[in-house]
């Protein structure tokens, strides 16, 4: 996927401002299990509060914040928050995807303007419209979990609210994830940003089968003869290494189709697979990334 943004130099750093808040946005302190207290939940106001922010995949926000007081010696885990301030009301949004076990953190400005992106309901890169700078709001969530990553009841508590006022966001919106087919089939076209289009038109490809799965698969014609080939996941060149294949030397093992049907191992490297004799016609490719396996199927 294609990203628009503009570059920033802003360098982003954090200065402490007390405002105690909770859960309910009491004055109080919640109870949060059985003899513990928490209290001292405090998100601080970023020194750039009111500096111009141009958010790209390149920069980071640091956001700084306390530890609650639990009142035992635990590892706390916590989450950001991102929403938008709009006409006074609050619109919040998903919690980033990394978590932190620190109270100071570096956000990534990538997960920042995904999460904006979703909020303005730009669901594809033809629908997204450049919303400029606006107050961008954030708050942390703290919990306890146990051993199986589970949250202790009782021991989430919310912070305080804080802004960045002006804050711009690019085109990050999440899609289907591309495995580029590169091989003798294709005469071995260089897996480079300059070769993307002809390897569009001629079908090269496999997608995602949801967004996040990690699961490829897609149908592609196969010309007749001896038959090689691996695939990428990023057009950026030879040594880019996003490279997926039989195994991690650049050489090409040789394998059969039983019945049209080859099933076996992948893993990332330059190692391709050679099917001598391919009888010619469409295949069906089914890469799965979470447990390492290929399926290749004549149609």
Same mark, same amino acid.
């Given at each position: 996927?294609?990203?628009?943004?503009?570059?920033?130099?802003?360098? %982003?750093?954090?200065?402490?401002?007390?405002?105690?808040?909770?859960?309910?946005?009491?004055?109080?302190?919640?109870?949060?299990?059985?003899?513990?207290?928490?209290?001292?939940?405090?998100?601080?106001?970023?020194?750039?509060?009111?500096?111009?922010?141009?958010?790209?995949?390149?920069?980071?926000?640091?956001?700084?914040?306390?530890?609650?007081?639990?009142? $035992?010696?635990?590892?706390?885990?916590?989450?950001?928050?991102?929403?938008?301030?709009?006409?006074?009301?609050?619109?919040?949004?998903?919690?980033?995807?990394?978590?932190?076990?620190?109270?100071?953190?570096?956000?990534?400005?990538?997960?920042?303007?995904?999460?904006?992106?979703?909020?303005?309901?730009?669901?594809?890169?033809?629908?997204?419209?450049?919303?400029?700078?606006?107050?961008?709001?954030?708050?942390?969530?703290?919990?306890?979990?146990?051993?199986?990553?589970?949250?202790?009841?009782?021991?989430?508590?919310?912070?305080?609210?804080?802004?960045?006022?002006?804050?711009?966001?690019? =085109?990050?919106?999440?899609?289907?994830?591309?495995?580029?087919?590169?091989?003798? =089939? =294709?005469?071995?076209?260089?897996?480079?940003?300059?070769?993307?289009?002809?390897?569009?038109?001629?079908?090269?490809?496999?997608?995602?089968?949801?967004?996040?799965?990690?699961?490829?698969?897609?149908? $592609?014609?196969?010309?007749?003869?001896?038959?090689? %080939?691996?695939?990428?996941?990023?057009?950026?060149?030879?040594?880019?290494?996003?490279?997926?294949?039989?195994?991690?030397?650049?050489?090409?093992?040789?394998?059969?189709?039983?019945?049209?049907?080859?099933?076996?191992?992948?893993?990332?490297?330059?190692?391709?697979?050679?099917?001598?004799?391919?009888?010619?016609?469409?295949?069906?490719?089914?890469?799965?990334?979470?447990?390492?396996?290929?399926?290749?199927?004549?149609?």
């Amino acid at each position: 996927m294609k990203t628009r943004y503009f570059k920033s130099s802003v360098l %982003f750093a954090a200065v402490a401002l007390l405002f105690t808040a909770c859960k309910s946005d009491r004055d109080d302190n919640p109870q949060l299990g059985p003899n513990h207290t928490a209290s001292e939940f405090v998100v601080n106001t970023s020194a750039m509060a009111d500096q111009y922010i141009q958010l790209s995949p390149d920069n980071t926000v640091n956001l700084t914040w306390s530890q609650p007081n639990y009142g $035992v010696n635990t590892v706390v885990n916590y989450k950001v928050q991102v929403g938008l301030r709009q006409n006074g009301s609050d619109n919040w949004g998903e919690f980033l995807e990394t978590g932190f076990t620190t109270t100071s953190a570096n956000l990534s400005g990538e997960e920042i303007a995904k999460v904006i992106c979703k909020l303005d309901g730009f669901k594809t890169e033809d629908d997204y419209v450049d919303m400029g700078f606006r107050e961008v709001i954030m708050r942390v969530k703290a919990d306890i979990q146990n051993t199986q990553s589970k949250v202790v009841e009782g021991t989430e508590i919310l912070s305080n609210t804080v802004s960045f006022n002006h804050m711009a966001a690019y =085109c990050m919106i999440p899609s289907k994830g591309t495995l580029w087919v590169i091989g003798s =089939c =294709c005469g071995w076209p260089e897996p480079s940003p300059g070769n993307k289009q002809t390897l569009v038109d001629g079908g090269w490809f496999i997608m995602e089968t949801e967004i996040g799965s990690n699961v490829f698969e897609g149908e $592609v014609d196969m010309p007749e003869g001896d038959l090689t %080939f691996r695939f990428y996941s990023k057009l950026t060149g030879w040594d880019g290494g996003d490279s997926y294949g039989f195994k991690v030397e650049d050489e090409a093992t040789e394998i059969t189709l039983t019945n049209g049907v080859y099933s076996g191992k992948g893993m990332t490297g330059k190692g391709s697979w050679t099917i001598n004799g391919f009888p010619g016609g469409t295949m069906k490719l089914t890469v799965d990334k979470n447990n390492n396996t290929v399926k290749f199927e004549l149609l």
